[in-house]
């Protein structure tokens, strides 16, 4: 269905003729993602339908023809809350598909699944990728989708930071779910083939205040860092390189004084980043949060660029720009105030680490 707006979007009246499209047939018929398709001087519509996508068309918004339909990796959960939008790589442009999943993913079973390819204004083909593909390998970032036509040609994400199985059980006051900060999309490859990435918007650099920083090290064993924020209200920024030196696993560890901890795991020969958020605070309100080590990809690199933004119930890491996300919840009695590094035995060289409060 449609509504209009003749105020600039103060009030808005429904269409007289809705539904424009429907499909009585159909167990799942939702989620319609609108596009300007210049090309061929049309509206597109991305429509979830079941376990597969399909593509409409219209000249006015209110007639509508299909024109194709999707279907492709994972199929073990219902889709929703499907986009397609393009983005270029070394001038070639691509089309990306999203489209969220109720089930099927490793670590969360929901969670947002992408295909790359192409779209020429009726049908897409995606490239011959190891799909499933997910946008973030964490528990908690879910029914995510782009903003149409933002600025400076920019493709911005966000997503539902949550997840099915629990969300209406967090140990939370005064709110019960929150957003992921906003995500720019762009695709790189990560050395075996194309990826989608997504890294917080710049303008989250404006709500930052350099708290501290710390001197470039080399460490051999364990590295502690201190009260990482001096107005610790557990929401902050961090940022820094790790250069390991052999394929021995190293990790670092947030934790506060009442012994609870969120640990990250790098295996460069397993190729593996996991979370570990079993004794990071609250975690027994429901039996599918306290779950195994949450586990992602990571490219065997010589060196990995961290972020990682902590607020005080959300955990958001970002590698090598966003080549690989973990997006998870946690519910700390206090906010972690330490950063402990872990060499695993071989040596790891810090640089660059500089943690920001939000203000």
């Known amino acids: 269905s449609i509504a209009y707006s003749n105020d600039n ?14 499909d009585d047939s159909a167990t799942d018929f939702r989620d319609p993602k609108v596009m300007w398709h210049k090309p061929t001087s049309q509206w597109i519509m991305s429509l979830s339908t079941g376990r597969s996508a399909s593509f409409y068309a219209s000249k006015d918004l209110k007639k509508w023809e ?23 790589y070394n001038g070639i442009k691509k089309w990306v598909l999203l489209t969220s999943i109720t089930e099927g993913q490793p ?4 969670a947002t699944q992408y295909f790359i390819g192409d779209f020429d204004g009726k049908t ?9 593909l997910w946008v973030d390998y ?21 997503g539902w930071m ?14 019960r779910n929150a957003m992921t900060i906003p995500r720019d999309l762009k695709l790189v490859h990560n050395g075996k083939h194309l990826v989608l990435a997504g890294y917080p918007v710049k303008e989250l650099e ?12 080399a460490i051999s064993d364990l590295y502690t860092v201190n009260k990482i ?16 030196s052999s394929d021995k696993p190293f990790s670092f560890t947030l934790s506060n004084n009442h012994d609870e901890k969120l640990s990250f795991h790098f295996d460069r020969k397993a190729e593996t980043i996991t979370v570990d958020r079993s004794k990071s605070g609250k975690t027994d309100f429901h039996p599918k949060f306290n779950i195994k080590p949450i586990v992602a990809p990571l490219s065997n690199k010589k060196q990995y660029a961290i972020r990682l933004l902590i607020d005080k119930a959300s955990s958001e890491l970002f590698i090598n720009e966003g080549e690989t996300i973990q997006s998870n919840v946690i519910y700390p009695s206090s906010p972690y105030n330490t950063i402990e590094f872990d060499s695993g035995g071989g040596e790891l060289k810090l640089t660059n680490m500089s943690v920001y409060d939000i203000k």
């Not at 897409?124 to 499933?132: G, I, S």
């Not at 404006?206 to 090290?217: G, P, V, W």
Request: a negative charge; charged letters at 20%.
């Open 107 to 110: 670590n969360a079973d929901c």
């Open 138 to 158: 964490g528990c908690d970032n879910y029914a995510g989708v782009t903003w149409n036509d933002a600025p400076d040609n920019r493709t911005i994400f966000i």
């Open 206 to 217: 404006n709500a930052r205040a350099l708290s501290c920083k710390i001197d470039d090290m």
């Open 229 to 244: 924020s001096k107005d610790n209200r557990g929401t902050y920024d961090i940022e820094f390189t790790v250069t390991p």
């Open 124 to 132: 897409f083909k995606a490239d011959p990728l190891p799909y499933p």
């Open 9 to 22: 979007g103060t009030t808005f009246t429904k269409y007289q003729g809705n539904p424009v499209l429907k």
């Open 66 to 88: 299909m024109l194709s339909s999707f279907e492709g990796g994972s199929q073990e959960g219902i889709w929703e809350c499907t986009d397609l939008f393009p983005l270029d």
């Open 162 to 175: 949550a997840n099915h199985y629990y969300a209406y059980a967090t140990p939370s006051h005064n709110f």
